[in-house]
């Protein structure tokens, strides 16, 4: 059975470091690994979507890598703001209709 | 603008009233799904609909029912509300299986006393 795990929990840094996210999963046949970002009282936003032919996907300050051999995804921020606060999910699509979310990472930069 | 939104945002009930939560889309999405969350566990796959009239079961369909006689709307029933079914609920749709992003909706908050 498919699990995806988020590790750290939560986390706080400085404005302006650069951060990593980490999700890892037990299965490799995937599909394709999406991350999220969610806001409190809001839904879920699609940041960054991998195909599992992918290594990698770039929008603005983001970046994100997929190595399915090993299950892991890395989401990479550039310069954080603390505009970027919210809590991210990675969920990786492991049946046609089929999707498993982690529990996410939640994230506070401090002006 | 291209949207899924929920309905009620907010809901407050008890045990046993039957109750459904509206979700529409915008978009002509084929494909639709429900999803709980709960804290520690994360979003769980509830139901999901691969187009009108065709729908299956995710992780955890138990206590809910759902249909899918429109292609934009894809109400989730819960027929007898249990307080274990207190949740934030998410309705997601995606164009179809080869466009895999997935939109999804603001979220109901359902409380069952």
């Known amino acids: 059975k498919q699990e995806v795990t988020q590790i750290p929990a939560a986390l706080s840094v400085p404005e302006g470091e650069n951060l990593v996210l980490n999700c890892s999963f037990t299965?490799?046949?995937?599909?394709?690994l999406q991350w999220f970002r969610q806001d409190p009282g809001k839904g879920l936003t699609s940041l960054l979507l991998?195909?599992?032919?992918?290594r990698e996907q770039t929008s603005g300050r983001l970046n994100a890598s997929l190595d399915k051999s090993s299950g892991r995804s890395t989401l990479y921020i550039a310069a954080s703001q603390p505009g970027d606060s919210a809590t991210y999910l990675c969920a990786v699509k492991s049946g046609t209709y089929k999707y498993i979310f982690g529990t996410g990472t939640r994230l506070k930069v401090l002006a | 603008e291209a949207q899924v939104t929920q309905n009620p945002r907010y809901l407050i009930t008890v045990t046993g009233k039957k109750l459904t939560v509206t979700c529409s889309q915008n978009?002509?999405?084929?494909?639709m799904s429900w999803y709980r969350q709960d804290p520690g566990l994360g979003l769980r796959q509830i139901y999901y609909?691969?187009?009108?009239?065709?729908?299956d079961k995710g992780d955890v369909p138990e206590g809910y029912k759902v249909s899918r006689k429109e292609k934009r709307n894809f109400p989730l029933i819960l027929e007898s509300p249990s307080p274990n079914q207190t949740s934030l609920y998410f309705c997601?749709?995606?164009?179809?299986?080869?466009?895999?992003?997935?939109?999804f909706g603001p979220g109901t908050r359902l409380t069952v006393l």
């Open positions: 978009m002509n999405h084929e494909y």
């Open positions: 299965d490799s046949a995937i599909y394709n």
């Open positions: 991998i195909q599992s032919s992918q």
């Open positions: 609909s691969m187009n009108v009239e065709v729908t």
């Open positions: 997601a749709s995606t164009l179809d299986r080869t466009t895999d992003t997935q939109y």
